[in-house]
């Protein structure tokens, strides 16, 4: 397999070097870099004598037929988007690694009982619309209406995008297969955290998908001069954004398990001499029981308003995603660890507090994940780094889980 791994980093720096723009790697949701590496994975996928097809919002999906019909498909696969200033493996490296595993069983001659696609999802990160999992939702068949009406920076609509990247927008709610052939869903990705590395093991096994809310938050008052307002007069926008960044950290704080960010905030009309009249900010929260981040989310809303009213100011609140927790598959997940074990590691299981494309394909199919170790647990950054050695026990381990799999499914 270290021909593989040394094959799937070559790839890796190969895509890590298509980007929108030049010095940093950023690769949204139908640009032009995004074309270029979906035509060059294409390519992969034929020479590893798969079938290759883009679905309607331009996934990327190659086939590897069963050696006789009627056994059904398995699924693996990630995303090919980035965030912006990205690093080169989070998303592409469990495609490669995908792609590596059918390159190992067309290179023998070998057909599986049931066929095995690799799907290269279009838009993960959100970086374009500011919403993630376009593509997994819309191969999942569960992407909601009002998706296609948000907008990028520029003003385009989703579903104007879609149609401008080859897809068909009016195609989005009309699933183009039947989940019922759907096995299940296998994706490999790196940690993006230090448990890993600080167990000194090369892969683990995921064991659930946490739960995250991304709501925008607004606190609205008015715009005044900063010399000439009292202060006992004033309705300053941007405190009032401060005083719930820390109610946000308090409650994270105050609760097990619970992760919370404000990653953005703005203040408006943004001068130096010029009271904030309005200031926006986002909060991400994830938990693993949705009842929990459920009830934390309705919490921290209630304080916003109070906020606002002891400032004599207005709130708004804006729900951009929802993602509910997400238990990995048992029986899938139970292989994966028995195939870590056969190659002679550990199979140590343990949560994912990203999300991932799993969760929503987990909508259509049992998925199980395998994570990688990374340096430092660093991700979103172009420090991003995984060893070609462990890339090296993904695809064994992939590998072995296929040949379980086959074997089970005779």
Known sequence: MIQSAATVMERCEILGAISEESGILVRPYGSESMRRVNEIVAGWMRDAGMTVRSDAIGNLIGRYEARKEGGGTLVLGSHLDTVRDAGRYDGPLGVLVALACVECLNASGERLPFAVEVAAFADEEGLRFGTTFLGSSAFACTLEPGLLDLTDGDGVRVAEAVHAFGGDPDALARADRSPNDLIGYCEVHIEQGPVLERLGLPVGVVSAIQGQSRVGVGFVGEAGHAGTVPMEGRRDALPAAAEFVLAVEEAARRQEGMVATV?????????????????????????????????????????????????????????????????????????????????????????????????????????AMLFVRCERGISHNPAESVEEEDVAVAVETISRFLALLAGERG
Do not use: C, F, M, Y
């Open 263 to 367: 990653g953005t905030i703005e203040a408006h009309p943004g001068a130096g001499n010029v009271i904030p009249g309005e200031a926006t900010l986002s909060l991400d929260l994830r938990h693993g029981d949705d009842g929990v981040r459920g009830s934390a989310l309705q919490a921290l809303r209630e304080r916003a308003k109070e906020i606002a009213r002891a400032r004599s100011l207005e709130s708004s609140w804006r729900v951009r995603q929802e993602s509910k927790a997400v238990p990995t598959s048992p029986d899938l997940t139970e292989l994966l660890a028995r195939a870590v074990e056969e190659i002679g590691l550990p199979a140590h299981r343990l949560p994912s507090g990203a999300g991932h494309d799993a969760a929503e394909v987990a909508a259509i199919a049992p998925v």
